[in-house]
Each structure stands twice: as C-alpha cells, then as structure tokens.
C-alpha cells in the first residue's frame, strides 16, 4: 500500500482545482457587470437551472462526514447506515410538493423571514441567532476540520495547511455569491461522483480478487454472500446498531423530524431553490432525491468492502486507530490509498469537491442570515444593495477564520463528526420543525407556541436524556433504552427525537387553542390545494423514487 500521492495524482488534483476555479471566475465574470443586488448574491434569483440547483442540493450536503463516517459506518453496521440517503430522497418529495410552494408563494428568501412572517420578530431574531452559532459552531467548524483530516491522512500534507487551504478554496468560490456556488457545484459533483465511483468500483474488484473471482459484480455477489449481517436495513433490539437505528423508527418516528427538519427547514438547503419558479425547484429537487439514491453505492459499499477484506486479513494494522482499536472510520482512506496513482487523484478531488462545496454552501447561508435578518435589521435599516452584498462578503471571510481557530478546540475526532453534529443539532431540530410544520398547514399557532416549542424544545431534550437513569424507568411504552458506553440508560437519539417533537406541537396546539385571536388568526397562511399540483413529468419522477425506495427496503429489510 503506497501511501500519500504521486506527482500523477497532483496533476489530476490540479486539473480538478483550475476546471472549478476558471469556471466558477468566468461565471462571476458574467455578472460583474450587472448592478450589484443582494437577491442575486445570496440567492442568484433566476438564474440556476434545475441541473444546477440538484447539483448544488447534493454538493452542499456530502462532506467528509458522509465519506468518511459513513464509509465507517458501512463497515462497523453495513447498509443500514444508508437509511440517512434513501429517506432524505422520500423526504425530498415532500419538500418539493408542499413545502416549497408555500416558501416561494410568500416570496420567503431566509428562514428568519418566514418566522417573522408567520409569527414575529422575536421568534425570528431568537431564530436566526440560534443558526449562526449552530452553523459556525457545529457545522462549519466539523466539515473543514474532519475534511482537513481526511486529507492529511490521505495526502500526508500537515493538517494546519490542509485547513486553511480549504478555507481559502472555499471563501473564493463563496464570494462570488450563490451563483458563482450553484453552477461550480455542478462540476464539484461531477468529480464527486465518478471519483466515488472509481474507489467503489476498486473495492469490489478487491473483494472479488480475494475470493478467486473477477469484475465488481462478482465482487458484489460475494460481500452479500460474506457479510449477509451487513446487508439489512431494520435493525431488532438485540442488535448492537439498535441504539443508533432503532428499528422501525427508521421509517416511521424520529427519521423523518431528522430529514424534514434538515431538508425543508434549513436555510443552508432550501437557499439553493428559493430563488428559482416553482417548476425549475421542483425540477432540481427531483433531480437531488435521484443523486441521493445513489450515495450509498458511493459512501457505504466501499465500508461494507474494507470490512469484508479486513474480514480477510487484509488492512490489519492500518484500521487501528489510534487507542488500538478498530476504526471504521479508517476505510475509506484506506481504500483511496490502493488507488493507482492518477486515479487517487481523481478521487482526492472527489472528496475536496465534496468538502468544499459544503464548505462555501454554509459559508453563504451564514452570510445570508446575518445580513438580511440581522445587519439589515437592527445595524443599517437604509443598507443599500452594494453595502448587503460587502457586509455578506466580510462575513464570509470572518466565519471561515473563526471556524479554522476553534475547530480544533472542541472535541470534534473524539465524537466522530457524524455524531458531533447529530447530537448538537438534535437538540433542537424537533421544536424547529414544530414551529415550521404548524406555521404552514395550522392557522393557529402563534408565537407563544412557537417561543414554548423552541425552549421547551430543547429542555425537553436534556430532560429526556438522563430521565431513564434519574428515574430507573428503562421501558416504557413510549421507549426502550440502551446502556451506553459510561454505563447510562439512554433512549436512541431517534425515538428522543420524535417524543420531543410530539411534545413541541402538543404544546403549541394547545396554546393555539386557549388564545381566542387565533380564530382569525392575520398571520396565518393561506393554503389551497392548488398550490401543490404537480406537473406530469415531476408526478412521474417522484413516483419512481418511491418506488425504488420501497424496493430497496423491501430487498434489505
């Protein structure tokens, strides 16, 4: 195993960085000349194609994380990892049919926006504070710290370049605002994808070596037959992945606040569609959910293919980490390491397109955020469009400079970085999405629900965590917990999840209901069944995706 890269790799890496940075350059270009407005910069309102803004979905949301960890948890759990991309595909539908006419008949261009909107300024201001310092905290800070690992351990480039190069790369791309973002994440996908195929498709060729056989299919024939234990989705109680992915709550509980929440109320995703018509989002969404299908053949099967050969004796040593252990976090950069020099680097590029795209995709939403609902709020109500668009530049730069500083100070490795951001964001995604959910299809929800759902929210969260232990109720009805790894009772995250949410609209009904101006209630929003029609070709696709997600399940159950 030749670890590191070759000069043939660095040629390919090089190609990859001039293609994305000459085209993101001439797309700038384009625009300079035009008069300089904020709609433009933060949302690029008209101009991404349905291509552009499915790419953009896509390369905004796999980052290290999903190669690296779930290229990890293909190998310690197997498939069932995979449930984060197949229902994020279902969910997207969702998105798409109902959420999206609702955003775009109101002209929303933030999340802040809409909660003011629907409920008032406090519930917006509370709002869009709590997402900077999620986003720069907890999202930016773990996408370019796991990337600049990622790479280091790939490359053998110090860890600290690796860092601030990513940054650099990533503030180029995002100051040339959403469009320049849009369109140059239609190559970083490209990249992305056929480098991801290229390492999935040497893996399997792997496996079928090892057992005597050629081709990737027979190598896939034999990780079913040698792991059948990787190959299922719906985890039973005895299993040790229970925790994680308990059961049928999968399908039907908590994943579904997880992916509604992240895909329908997040300004760092939806930013990508709300400048377009409602066809053209719709288009571009569809067009995501069919990417999402296949990322588990990117991200997954190559763990499940590390774990069959290291089943084989092979990577004993270089799955260790660093306590000794077994590391499945390892796998993936183990697998790129077998690569032949050229195609490394073509997968190298595929996992930087991937960091740095989801780099500048959150860079932008965190000066979308600041400049529309804070700047332009309380510090320069008469902001002309030039002063928006610098004071978003500026915030670009600082958040990106911010997050290379305290990356390293916040425990990131320890956690894994899949669970870094799971366990801080699910906090409070399920009073979030209360509060969206509610304000779209209930006409009495008011703020003092949604300011309820938000705190409650998240107090109910740290509640539920230690209530098992604190109060010796280990199964209920209502949940069944695990020992985890300091010797607590615990409920999986997902069915906490899901009760806290129950909670968190319980809470704003009955607060509805017990404030009689919410009867005619002027902020509610009027929905008719006219706004979700769908168009044939759009119905077509969307029940394709769910079909092949029944089958899947159906196929790995």
């Given at each position: 195993m030749q670890k590191g890269l070759q000069t043939l790799d660095y040629l390919v890496f090089l190609f990859y960085f001039i293609v994305v940075a000459s085209y993101g350059y001439w797309i700038y270009q384009k625009k300079k000349s035009k008069e300089a407005s904020s709609t433009d910069f933060f949302l690029a309102e008209g101009s991404l194609t349905w291509w552009a803004i499915g790419a953009s979905l896509i390369a905004s949301n796999i980052s290290a994380e999903q190669f690296i960890g779930m290229a990890g948890s293909g190998f310690t759990m197997g498939l069932g990892?995979?449930?984060?991309?197949?229902?994020?595909?279902?969910?997207?539908?969702?998105?798409?049919?109902?959420?999206?006419?609702?955003?775009?008949?109101?002209?929303?261009?933030?999340?802040?926006?809409?909660?003011?909107q629907r409920y008032n300024s406090t519930v917006s201001t509370i709002m869009a504070v709590f997402w900077l310092i999620l986003y720069v905290v907890v999202n930016l800070t773990s996408i370019l710290y796991l990337g600049a690992l990622a790479i280091t351990t790939i490359s053998g480039i110090d860890f600290n370049i690796c860092m601030w190069a990513l940054a650099f790369f990533a503030v180029v791309i995002t100051l040339g605002g959403m469009k320049v973002i849009g369109f140059t994440d239609v190559i970083q996908v490209f990249f992305l994808i056929l480098g991801g195929l290229a390492t999935t498709y040497l893996a399997l060729n792997l496996v079928s070596s090892e057992f005597g056989e050629q081709g990737a299919i027979k190598g896939m024939s034999q990780m079913?037959?040698?792991?059948?234990?990787?190959?299922?989705?719906?985890?039973?109680?005895?299993?040790?992945?229970?925790?994680?992915?308990?059961?049928?709550?999968?399908?039907?509980?908590?994943?579904?606040?997880?992916?509604?929440?992240?895909?329908?109320?997040?300004?760092?995703?939806?930013?990508?569609?709300?400048?377009?018509?409602?066809?053209?989002?719709?288009?571009?969404?569809?067009?995501?959910a069919f990417l999402k299908l296949l990322m588990p053949l990117i991200v997954v099967i190559p763990g499940i293919a590390a774990y069959v050969l290291y089943s084989k004796?092979?990577?004993?040593?270089?799955?260790?980490?660093?306590?000794?252990?077994?590391?499945g976090d390892h796998a993936y950069p183990v697998l790129l390491n077998l690569l032949p020099s050229g195609l490394k680097g073509l997968s190298f590029a595929a996992l930087t397109a991937a960091i740095v795209a989801s780099l500048a995709g959150k860079a932008n939403s965190i000066s979308t955020i600041f400049t529309l609902d804070i700047y332009r709020k309380f510090i320069k109500k008469d902001a002309t469009e030039q002063q928006l668009v610098n004071v978003g530049r500026i915030v670009i730069v600082v958040a990106m400079i911010l997050a290379i500083f305290i990356s390293p100070l916040l425990g990131i490795d320890k956690k894994g970085g899949f669970q870094y951001i799971q366990e801080y964001t699910g906090y409070v995604s399920p009073g979030i999405f209360a509060v969206f959910f509610l304000g779209f299809f209930w006409k009495r929800a008011?703020?003092?629900?949604?300011?309820?759902?938000?705190?409650?929210?998240?107090?109910?969260?740290?509640?539920?965590?230690?209530?098992?232990?604190?109060?010796?109720?280990?199964?209920?009805?209502?949940?069944?917990?695990?020992?985890?790894?300091?010797?607590?009772?615990?409920?999986?995250f997902l069915d906490r999840m899901g009760l806290v949410f129950l909670f968190c609209a319980l809470s704003m009904i009955i607060i509805g209901l017990a404030d009689p101006s919410t009867k005619n209630n002027p902020r509610g929003l009027v929905i008719d069944s006219?706004?979700?029609r769908m168009k044939t070709g759009f119905a077509i696709?969307?029940?394709?995706i769910l079909v092949v997600i029944t089958i899947l399940y159906t196929t790995f159950w």
């Open positions: 990892i995979s449930t984060y991309e197949w229902m994020a595909a279902a969910t997207l539908m969702i998105v798409a049919i109902f959420f999206m006419p609702i955003y775009l008949k109101n002209r929303i261009f933030t999340m802040p926006q809409f909660l003011t079913l037959a040698n792991a059948d234990d990787h190959f299922h989705m719906i985890f039973k109680k005895s299993s040790p992945h229970y925790p994680s992915l308990p059961g049928l709550t999968v399908l039907v509980g908590g994943m579904w606040i997880v992916n509604l929440n992240y895909w329908g109320c997040n300004q760092y995703i939806t930013q990508r569609a709300l400048g377009a018509d409602l066809p053209t989002a719709r288009e571009g969404i569809l067009f995501a004796g092979m990577f004993q040593q270089e799955m260790l980490g660093a306590d000794g252990t077994v590391n008011n703020s003092a629900g949604a300011l309820v759902a938000t705190i409650g929210g998240v107090i109910m969260s740290f509640v539920l965590k230690y209530f098992p232990e604190q109060t010796g109720l280990y199964d209920t009805l209502l949940y069944s917990t695990f020992v985890d790894g300091e010797g607590q009772h615990i409920i999986p006219s706004m979700f696709g969307a029940t394709v």
